[in-house]
């Protein structure tokens, strides 16, 4: 009798087939061999199979099978002779179970086939991630081996755990799905296959995305008085999840992070919120001021940072300010020192008002943040006409206090704010020399008297442009663009060091400057020097550029053949600007390499700025060694600021 069956087991795999490779999807059943018969007395084959809840198997017996066996499956509660069975029976079995194969009349054959299966297994690939609510989500699923086995009655479905369901294709491996609220739900796809049903299952989780506009974040702090406890309170749209919050303030952090994926509330407000308590301890180890906080919002799908500052406040006391009772004119700028005794944060409102009728003319806003800034806060401003009074008014306040203060009336006066002497050429006693007068100021009215040995010399003039062009090549220590210069004929009568004083004033203002020169009986061979780099460039109104070394030569020019020993004295000196004079408060010591007429600086030699370089050469007159010669050139160098490496 030719029999044939089809049988499906609903367990965990670990095949042990004789002649089929452990854990194969398909594989072949044999007869015990020929060496089998001749040691063993029962001349059984014993296979056993253990599958996943995920598998069936279909076993396919040929039609000569049960001419030469009997084929059984044996259960711990059950034994099924598949021959005996009608070919076309469908059976299940949900145990662990064992196929045996007992020969007929107790003959044995070799390499003789009895029976193929085939497993069949239906998946789900598992989603490692969560995935984001209103979004098209890909599953992917299938079955192995459907179109390998013989089965009938084939029908699958997809549940995705949200209440809906659908009917899907067996060929189908990639299933599309929304969610709409986040949640944990259970992927459920089951097939049945010839009326039996496998099923398999994965979880999914499901988060809203969020973004700071989403988030609809807003925040209600009660105004903080330091060292008082506070509390930080942010409230934002209830249908967003996070579940991690980070609040930073420097080296505090304050966190929040949720045991549960989603959080259920039974309020019905739209809203969520959440707080953070600012202790007095923190508070004392921040100090008072304003700190910058750096808020963080996460979920597994969504991440926002929101940058903010708060505020500890310190009452505000003695509030002062003070300033020029004469100031300059428009472009060059004053300055309104204010002082605050005690407290900090501040908002400072700087107002300046006609006077006296009060006319309001500018307004300035500005911020000390913490102690330090607030003891002292520099405004700096001009202002247009000469010759008009006016009255400043300070405003300074925090979320818990304010104060005010009134300056004294002070009016605009043209001012001098630097000047500079040389000469020409080197100065000879007895000779006419041009000496040369830099001064750099407002637009208006001046006298300048000039001192030296028993001269006074009065020489007015006029400064009605802020920008000159002068057509000399004189070594300047500065760009000369901001500078009106004077040319005044002087003689001195007398040899060696001489002095000049001189002052510049107005009807309010008087500026004093005085300056030492060599005065030589006869010429010397000196002549001049001259400063440059490798490339023979010069700087005063464009700078060089230091970037990792930079060598600057003294360039000596002599009248004569003979001279004696050349010394060399390079300076330099810190400055804000091209045209800011060097003063010698400002000189900062060289810590380069100096070989008599060069200099090798390196980038770590000098801060990052503007600095001029100034080379100071002397000599002796080879026939009279009491006769001193000098000369000195100039160069302005920058320093850039240093990459991190």
């Known amino acids: 009798m030719n029999k044939s069956g089809i049988f499906w087991v609903l367990l965990t795999v670990g095949l042990h087939i004789f002649k089929v490779m452990e854990g194969s999807l398909t594989g072949t059943i044999f007869l015990p061999a020929t060496e089998e018969c001749s040691t063993t007395s029962s001349h059984l084959t014993h296979t056993k199979f253990t599958l996943k809840p995920t598998q069936l198997m279909s076993l396919h017996l040929h039609n000569t099978s049960c001419d030469l066996a009997h084929i059984y499956v044996r259960s711990p509660k059950k034994t099924l002779n598949l021959c005996d069975r009608p070919r076309t029976a469908d059976f299940a079995i949900i145990k662990p179970f064992t196929l045996e194969v007992q020969p007929l009349a107790a003959r044995c054959y070799s390499d003789v086939v009895v029976a193929e299966f085939i497993i069949v297994e239906i998946y789900l690939v598992p989603l490692r991630k969560p995935v984001v609510t209103g979004k098209n989500v890909t599953i992917i699923g299938g079955i192995r081996n459907i179109k390998k086995a013989k089965l009938s009655h084939i029908s699958c479905s ?9 009917e899907v294709s067996i060929e189908t491996t990639l299933f599309y799905h929304v969610f709409h609220q986040p949640a944990k739900y259970s992927i459920t796809y089951s097939c049945s296959l010839s009326g039996k049903d496998v099923t398999t299952t994965q979880v999914i989780f499901a988060e809203n995305s969020f973004s700071l506009i989403s988030l609809n974040l807003t925040t209600k702090t009660s105004k903080i008085t330091y060292p008082e406890s506070a509390v930080l309170n942010y409230k934002y749209s209830n249908d967003i999840l996070p579940i991690y919050w980070s609040f930073n303030i420097k080296e505090i952090k304050m966190t929040r992070k949720y ?26 180890k921040l100090g008072p001021g304003v700190h910058p906080s750096l808020l963080i919002l996460e979920n597994n799908v969504s991440y926002v940072e929101i940058k903010s500052t708060v505020w500890l406040n310190y009452p505000l006391k003695g509030l002062n300010l003070t300033l020029k009772r004469c100031v300059g004119i428009k472009p060059n700028q004053f300055t309104i020192n204010i002082t605050l005794e005690e407290g900090c944060p501040a908002n400072i409102t700087v107002e300046i008002n006609k006077y006296p009728n009060n006319e309001p003319v500018s307004q300035m806003k ?39 203060a009134v300056s004294q009336v002070f009016e605009t006066v043209p001012q001098i704010y630097d000047a500079y002497m040389t000469s020409d050429g080197p100065l000879y006693a007895n000779v006419p020399t041009n000496l040369m007068i830099y001064v750099r100021g407002d637009i208006g009215g001046f006298e300048m008297t000039l001192k030296f040995e028993e001269h006074s010399k009065h020489v007015p003039f006029t400064i009605d442009s802020f920008k000159h062009v002068h057509s000399d090549e004189a070594s ?13 004929r002087i003689i001195f009568t007398s040899i060696g060091d001489q002095q000049i004083d001189a002052n510049i004033k107005n009807s309010k203002q008087i500026f004093n400057f005085s300056l030492n020169f060599i005065v030589q009986r006869q010429p010397t061979c000196l002549e001049g020097v001259k400063i440059r780099d490798g490339n023979l460039n010069r700087a005063i109104g464009e700078p060089l550029k230091l970037a990792r070394e ?17 010394k060399f004295k390079w300076k330099s000196f810190k400055v804000d600007s091209s045209s800011q004079l060097p003063r010698p408060e400002n000189e900062v010591k060289l810590k380069g390499n100096v070989y008599n007429n060069e200099i090798v600086i390196r980038s770590n030699d000098l801060l990052a700025g503007l600095y001029v370089i100034m080379l100071e050469v002397s000599t002796n007159d080879v026939t009279d060694k009491d006769v001193t010669s000098e000369a000195r050139d100039f160069s302005l160098i920058e320093v850039p600021t240093r990459k991190l490496e």
């Open 158 to 166: 997809l549940t995705s755990g949200d209440g809906k369901y659908k």
């Open 259 to 284: 045991t549960s994926r989603f959080r259920n509330t039974l309020s019905t407000s739209n809203r969520s919120e959440e707080n953070f308590a600012l202790t007095s301890k923190m508070q004392r």
């Open 366 to 404: 500005t911020l000390c943040s913490n102690p330090d800034e607030c003891k002292l806060v520099q405004v700096k401003t001009s202002l247009k006409k000469a010759g008009e009074k006016y009255r400043v008014t300070v405003f300074a306040n925090n979320q818990i206090s304010n104060d005010s």
């Open 476 to 488: 300047l220590p500065f760009d000369s663009t901001f500078y009106k210069l004077i040319k005044e």
């Open 550 to 566: 930079l060598i600057l030569s003294g360039d000596v020019t002599l009248s004569c053949v003979e001279d004696s020993n050349i």
